[in-house]
């Protein structure tokens, strides 16, 4: 009899542990405030100074937060596309306002995210401010339109209003 319900909470505990055991991890939710060091401040411009941005080039090189290293993380912004096609977009450049690296000089390298994508995000989604979720990597990227310095291997995105 006691046999039983040792068994009986056993079995319980594992009905109640294997599904938080399975489920998806939850991603840390940041900002792109949480992409620079304390204390570090290269003038990163706000939607009302971008227009300061233009006077001058990117601030390269600028510090990145080490120990968000490898860690699953979910951020809002705007798409630049690199790679892809009229269906899908697997790299591209994650940027934390519209025009980024287009109609302005990049933010500095620690407010961009290089970003691969290899089953290809949907490219009608890369117009207007998403969430992106993936695993991100302190690992600098150099390319046309800017240097960059974080990375990250993009599991999901989404409308920024569905989140």
């Known amino acids: 009899m006691m046999f039983l319900r040792v068994l009986y909470c056993v079995i319980a ?17 940041l900002e792109w405030s949480d992409l620079v060091p304390k204390g570090f401040d ?4 706000d939607i ?8 001058g080039p990117q601030t390269i090189n600028a510090p990145v937060v080490k120990e968000l290293d490898g860690q699953l993380i979910k951020i809002p ?6 790679e892809g096609d009229d269906n899908k977009v697997t790299e591209f450049l994650l940027v934390p306002y519209f025009g980024a690296c287009v109609h302005v000089p990049p933010p500095p ?9 290899p089953e290809g ?5 890369m117009y207007d401010p998403i969430w992106v979720i993936g695993t991100l990597s302190t690992e600098e990227w150099k390319g046309e ?18 989140f």
């Open 13 to 29: 505990i594992c009905l109640i542990v294997t599904p938080l055991v399975n489920a998806d991890p939850i991603p840390k939710e």
């Open 42 to 45: 290269a003038g990163t411009p």
């Open 48 to 55: 009302e100074h971008i227009g300061q941005a233009m006077a």
């Open 77 to 82: 912004g705007f798409v630049v596309p690199l």
């Open 109 to 117: 390298s620690n407010q961009l995210i290089y970003v691969t994508f």
């Open 121 to 125: 995000a949907p490219a009608e989604a």
């Open 145 to 162: 339109l800017a240097q960059v310095g974080y990375t990250m291997v993009g599991t999901k995105v989404a409308p920024y209003d569905d």
